[in-house]
Nanobody, 137 residues
Framework: QVQLVESGGGLVQPGGSLTLSCTAS????????IGWFRQAPGKEREGVSC????????YYKDSVKGRFAVSRDNAKNTVYLQMNSLEPEDTAAYFC??????????????????????????????WGQGTQVTVSS
């Protein structure tokens, strides 16, 4: 079955950490640009971090820079989102998604930036089902 599956969400106190996993089955993540998105109740979905494994290009949303980090394990066909210093504002359902490396970004954006900042421009190949992250004391 071809799919993306996220895991690792949960309830954490402010200042805590979580690591989300995005595992692909039926296709290789290396062939795609991978994005982490989140959607809080009543808000639009937003790009958190987008990653191109072919050259390691990464984009982070400003509010998560220095707190979140993307990594990958090719052997497990998995991309991770390490989230540190979590804040209540990080509470959301988190999704991973994959889009073709042929994505054409609007100038002067890079591919990874465009995927995160302008996701509605593109037809995504795969979306995961999402995992809930709740930051609360």
């Amino acid at each position: 079955q071809v799919q993306l599956v996220e895991s690792g969400g949960g309830l954490v106190q402010p200042g805590g950490s979580l690591t989300l996993s995005c595992t692909a089955s039926g296709f290789s993540l290396d062939r795609y640009i991978i994005g982490w998105f989140r959607q809080a109740p009543g808000k639009e979905r937003e790009g958190v971090s987008c990653f191109r494994s072919s050259d390691g290009s990464i984009y982070y949303k400003d509010s998560v820079k220095g707190r979140f980090a993307v990594s990958r394990d090719n052997a497990k066909n998995t991309v991770y989102l390490q989230m540190n210093s979590l804040e209540p504002e990080d509470t959301a359902a988190y999704f991973c998604a994959a889009v073709s490396r042929g994505l054409v970004p609007p100038s002067p954006m890079s591919q990874v930036q465009a995927m995160c900042v302008k996701p509605t421009l593109y037809e995504f190949d795969y979306w995961g089902q999402g995992t809930q992250v709740t930051v609360s004391s």
